[in-house]
């Protein structure tokens, strides 16, 4: 089994910045994908920034150019350095990662319990 624990999240005014943190243990060979996803109140879960194996990224349009994600597989951990953040950031953060428990083990997908991201105007 693998767990996803998210850090990093609080309150913040508009402008500000936080880092998020999600650390993935457990029975762990190789993590594929890592994934940022948020969803804010009375609202679908939506996308915000994905990072491969190779580090090759993508983000929603909403966080381009304001945040940045990044992975340390040593660690096994991904991050979300999230600059200007606007109130319409306000959300809980979620965790999301493709993992491989073992060297034949097919590809299971995993989510963290999310972190809750405030920002107040």
């Known amino acids: 089994q693998v767990q996803l624990v998210e850090s990093g999240g609080g309150l913040v005014q508009a402008g500000g910045s936080l880092r998020l943190s999600c650390a993935a243990s457990?029975?762990?060979?190789?993590?594929?994908?890592m994934c940022w996803y948020r969803q804010a109140p009375g609202k679908q879960r939506e996308l915000v920034a994905v990072?491969?194996?190779?580090?090759?990224?993508h983000y929603a349009e909403s966080v381009k150019g304001r945040f940045t994600i990044s992975r340390d597989n040593a660690k096994n951990t991904v991050y979300l350095q999230m600059n200007s953040l606007k109130p319409e950031d306000t959300a809980v953060y979620y965790c999301?990662?493709?993992?491989?428990?073992?060297?034949?083990?097919?590809?299971?997908?995993?989510w963290g319990q999310g972190t809750q991201v405030t920002v107040s105007s």
């Open positions: 990072i491969g194996s190779s580090g090759s990224t």
């Open positions: 457990g029975s762990i060979f190789v993590i594929a994908v």
């Open positions: 999301n990662a493709d993992v491989a428990p073992g060297s034949s083990s097919g590809i299971t997908n995993y």
